[in-house]
């Protein structure tokens, strides 16, 4: 291996001239396909074609009508919706929301079709027309009529009536990414004209396809804020390791090299960018440079002590290629268990990274040493001495062994108990912080308004036109009237209220008879009546099934979390197993719902991915180490940092979603690099040189610690940069990151070195009892 | 040669545009005239109506009515349907008198109910009975309910065809325009295209199978609508036409109503 290694290095420098140009080539080629890269525009993206839920909801969107949703939040600055100025904004944006690309329906306080009585005549009609024309007694009745109106109130009307909604039903065809800022932008304009036009009123926009955008805003966002700090971050930690401005700028050319390479493959693969896989550029970056670092460093290192360049490059290949092979196919490994997850954009992102990492390593070894062999280097003799700070801790953590293996195992299971304290909790219109005006636009409208979280039901009849059966209406209203009694439900949308409306209006609009029709054939009658008499987008299709054997049920929730929604949909699932006939069972459906469980589905798929790669890594070790015993060994320290991270994040966050559930085998492949550096030097001490445990544990400090320190500090930088994203599932998978590579720093110095000397059962036990013994 | 191209083109100018004087809507208007002019005259028919209405889900669905139509000298036509299917609401009927200008009259039969009300409603652009057909879409089509535009004339399925726009008067129409496809033989919709109110491709209504009765009118057999916003469809056909069956305007009042069996 070292002599194909030495002449690997020989190969390189004499087809310097030819791998230079090939490698330019190459990424030119692969480079071309990220203008085929576009970002998603489509929440559904974080759902596999086969996820049930998804499959769930899509059904129910076929079988009545799609409900994805712009909102206006219409709030008048005197707090009064009921007068003729605000009603005639609120007409006015009714009317021009038709407009507005894919729209298919509108609905508002002022083209609510309301129903009454003149003798035998039933008059439908809009509840607000000409507004400004209206009398005062006029506006009292409609008010009236709106908050009377449990088809109104806290979805489109307050109690207090100081705020009202617009609620735009969008249908996207989803045939091109364009679709969502086109309607974006569309009611952006439209907001700022009536803004413009009305300065006596706010209005606030929320609903589905302004998550959508935020989704496409911030993965923009994130690529082109961070990555341009991550590169500074980059170039200051190269500016003082490296001391060198064409290594320096050959590491800075391999990066981009690799990020481009990864990215572009990903465009000619068709891959669609999120928020999750833009950070795929960040993440390369952050792994690529230690590669380079690594040959870097010993390329100068030679040099400095007198060898000529060409022979420092055989030397630096030599002593590296191998372990920058391992840790970059390790690193690549972790990253492609993230095909287990069952959400394509953590997918995507394994992939690009994996890629990006393994080119990152083909660029090291080949273009690296090439250009450096083609480039004027000089080197200054400089003293470095950082060694003392490593040999000193190398030599305390020998000292203190014990102390260190039981204090380290104290705080392992200290940790390891606050790991059930992670609780799953995915809120998905908290994926993005304020910086994000569909943010701010959706607490405010939330908490003013009516809620943006929902889940919707197909309740069945069972037969051809059921719907108007007597005791499947009985039903469904005493489900409806269970539902509205349940903690955090706002509203609910239900056909019983308009058949009891109906009722009403065809008996002289008699109160009395408020009620359900109470024969079959008497409602699906009434039906008929009123679907002949709605307007153009107001009919029924939306809440009826075409064959009139099942009804949808939409319940909006306030602001809820995982366990408030599963606690709600098992207790709405108890109720009709328990007061509904079997064919009436439905599960809830709804991005709410989708979210909820795909945390939980992810956190179990991803354990599988997280054994997969453990599995694999370790037997690389085995294979790499020679040694069955350390293969094995190496599992503890690779384990280690994941429980601790998961008990420092258990006891001082709690909350894990989305992301969360997919840092461990990424953390996994990053972190295994230190014990694979720590192992194999450990491993020549006591092997090829015959040193004691001890002695082989110093001796590793002394060779890798600086190294390993200095990688750790480029990686956590890195991932410390993703929590500035807006995007809460970056700023976690960040945040958790880093405390994995701080945690798995803290295994491999402090614990490893302790569990190796314990388990090789050394005989000089007194060392540690004598104090202040030089060690060196 | 290159002459005789000229003259012949010059040739095929002229007959295109008889007038050259006659602006697209005047054209337009003259077709949608012409079409009204063979139209009239029929008196009175009757004919079976199927709907069959599909989702996106590819669920099915079907109803069943009766029609029977009366020709107004002056005003839009008188129109009983009788509603066979779906069961629930077998024996209701709708009684309706189409106006050229204004909303129609409408009133209901509701046999459970064993009342005729009327409806008040400004709305007629709603779906009709959940299918992808707009009331709108199935009333007697009258020359002053839309303003028109000629197109152009093209082939379309093998028959020359005059292509005109028509913009509905109503002001709560649904649509902003509809395109039609004419037939110049005999004046048969082939096709018709509906804008929405943001001008967007909503539907496609085509129309085959037509038959000449009574030596004169060509109607279809069946009428497809296609939502290409929602996915829904529905195939309506009708069967069992029968002209001049001796109904008169005693046959398309309240009390008639009450007794349409």
């Not at chain 1, 465009?267 to 928020?275: E, F, H, V």
């Not at chain 1, 890594?617 to 994941?642: C, D, H, Q």
């Not at chain 1, 190294?707 to 994203?725: D, E, M």
Request: with cysteine; net charge neutral.
């Amino acid at each position: 291996m070292n002599t194909s290694d030495s002449c690997f290095g020989s190969w390189v420098i004499r087809f310097r001239w030819l791998i230079i140009p090939a490698t330019f080539l190459l990424v030119f080629v692969a480079a071309s396909g990220t203008r085929l890269l576009s970002f998603s525009t489509d929440y559904r993206v974080f759902f596999s074609e086969d996820n049930p839920q998804l499959v769930a909801f899509e059904t129910l969107q076929n079988t009545y009508t799609k409900n994805d949703n712009v909102m206006f939040a219409v709030e008048p600055k005197d707090g009064r919706v009921f007068t003729r100025e605000t009603l005639a904004v609120v007409e006015e944006i009714t009317g021009a929301s038709w407009k507005i690309p894919y729209s298919i329906r509108v609905d508002s306080v002022s083209n609510f079709q309301y129903t009454w009585a003149d003798g035998d005549d039933l008059v439908v009609q809009d509840l607000v027309k000409n507004a400004a024309g209206l009398t005062d007694a006029q506006l009292k009745k409609i008010q009236a009529v709106a908050l009377a109106e449990p088809l109104m109130l806290n979805r489109l009307i307050t109690r207090k009536s100081d705020i009202t909604g617009v609620n735009v039903t969008i249908n996207r065809p989803q045939k091109s990414i364009t679709e969502t800022p086109e309607v974006v932008t569309f009611v952006r304009a439209m907001r700022d004209e009536f803004q413009k036009k009305y300065p006596d009123i706010n209005i606030y926009l929320t609903g589905v396809v302004f998550m959508d955008n935020a989704f496409n805003e911030a993965g923009e966002g994130d690529m082109k804020s961070l990555v341009p700090v991550m590169y500074g971050i980059v170039l200051i930690v190269m500016a003082f390791s490296l001391r060198t401005f064409w290594g320096t700028f050959t590491t800075i050319l391999i990066m981009a090299f690799s990020i481009l390479t990864g990215m572009g493959l990903a465009g000619w693969s068709g891959i669609r960018l999120t928020p999750i896989s833009a950070n795929a550029p960040t993440i390369i970056l952050t792994l690529a440079v230690a590669d380079s670092i690594h040959v870097l460093v010993t390329l100068f290192y030679e040099m400095r002590n007198g060898k000529p360049k060409y022979e420092a490059i055989r030397e630096s290949l030599r002593v590296n290629h191998q372990p920058v092979f391992i840790t970059s196919l390790t690193t690549a490994i972790g990253f492609l268990s993230l095909n287990f997850s069952d959400s394509p954009p953590f997918r995507d992102l394994g992939n690009i990274v994996a890629t990006g990492v393994m080119v990152a390593y083909v660029y090291s070894v080949f273009f690296l040493p090439a250009m450096m062999a083609v480039l004027p280097l000089r080197v200054k003799a400089t003293s470095s001495s950082q060694n003392g700070f490593i040999d000193a801790l190398g030599d305390w953590v020998i000292r203190r062994r014990d102390l260190l293996f039981w204090g380290m195992i104290i705080i392992i299971a200290a940790l390891a108990v606050q790991i059930p304290r992670n609780v799953i909790d995915e809120k998905f219109n908290e994926y993005f912080d304020t910086r994000y005006q569909f943010r701010i636009d959706n607490d405010y409208v939330e908490e003013h308004l009516t809620g943006f979280e929902s889940i919707e039901y197909s309740l069945n009849a069972g037969e051809s036109g059921g719907i108007s059966n007597p005791e499947y209406l009985k039903t469904l209203e005493a489900f409806t009237d269970w539902y509205r009694q349940q903690p955090r439900v706002m509203y609910v949308g239900t056909l019983t209220d308009t058949l009891k409306r109906l009722n009403k209006n065809m008996h002289g609009d008699d109160e009395s008879f408020y009620r359900l029709p109470e024969e079959r054939d008497l409602a699906a009658q009434y039906l008929l009546l009123y679907e002949l008499s709605l307007p153009f987008g107001l009919d029924l299709n939306n809440q009826i099934n075409i064959d009139k054997s099942s009804t949808r049920f939409t319940a909006v929730l306030e602001s809820v979390s995982t366990d408030e929604t599963f606690h709600l949909e098992n207790s709405a699932q108890e109720w009709l197993r328990k007061n509904a006939p079997p064919e009436m069972a439905s599960h809830g459906a709804s991005p709410l719902i989708m979210f909820s469980h795909i945390a939980k589905r992810n956190i179990d798929s991803m354990m599988k991915g997280t054994a997969f790669a453990l599995l694999l890594i370790s037997a690389i070790l085995v294979v790499v180490l020679r040694s069955f015993k350390l293969g094995i060994i190496s599992t503890i320290p690779n384990m280690v940092p994941m429980i601790m991270t998961f008990g420092i994040w258990g006891w001082a966050v709690g909350e894990v979603g989305l992301a969360v559930s997919v840092v461990a085998p990424v953390a996994l492949g990053i972190i295994v690099d230190d014990t694979v550096h720590f192992l194999s030097k450990y491993r020549r001490a006591r092997l090829e040189l015959g040193k004691s445990s001890e002695e082989a544990v110093r001796y590793s400090f002394h060779t890798v610690g600086t190294a390993l320190f200095l990688t750790s500090v480029i990686l956590v930088c890195g991932f410390l940069v993703l929590t500035f994203s807006g995007f809460r599932m970056n700023a976690q998978l960040g945040f958790m990151t880093t405390i994995s590579i701080l945690c798995a720093l803290a295994a491999d110095f402090l614990f490893l070195p302790a569990l190796l000397m314990k388990l090789a059962g050394t005989p000089a036990r007194k060392k540690n009892y004598s104090e202040g013994e030089s060690l060196t | 040669m290159k002459r005789m191209i000229y003259i012949l083109s010059i040739a095929m100018f002229f007959n295109a545009s008889p007038s050259a004087a006659e602006t697209p809507e005047e054209k337009g208007l003259a077709i949608a005239k012409e079409d009204d002019r063979r139209d009239n005259g029929f008196k009175n028919f009757t004919a079976d109506m199927v709907m069959i209405l599909k989702n996106r889900q590819g669920e099915e669905s079907s109803r069943h009515i009766r029609n029977k139509t009366l020709e107004v000298e002056g005003d839009g036509d008188k129109s009983l349907s009788i509603f066979d299917r779906p069961r629930d609401v077998k024996g209701t009927s709708l009684l309706n008198f189409t106006h050229k200008v204004g909303a129609d009259d409408q009133w209901l039969y509701l046999p459970a109910l064993k009342r005729v009300k009327r409806i008040s409603s400004a709305n007629k652009s709603g779906s009709f009975m959940g299918s992808t057909f707009a009331y709108e879409d199935v009333t007697s089509q009258e020359v002053e309910k839309y303003t028109y535009k000629w197109i152009r004339d093209e082939e379309h399925k093998g028959e020359k065809c005059f292509v005109f726009e028509r913009y509905p008067v109503y002001e709560n129409s649904g649509y902003t325009r509809q395109v039609v496809w004419l037939d110049q033989q005999d004046y048969k919709i082939l096709q018709i295209e509906f804008y929405d109110r943001k001008n967007a491709l909503l539907k496609t209504l085509t129309q085959s199978g037509f038959k000449q009765y009574l030596d004169k009118y060509w109607y279809p057999a069946a009428m497809y609508m296609e939502n290409h916003q929602t996915g829904k469809s529905t195939l309506l056909t009708w069967s069992d036409y029968k002209f001049q069956t001796g109904l008169s305007d005693k046959n398309f009042n309240k009390n008639s109503l009450k007794r349409a069996r």
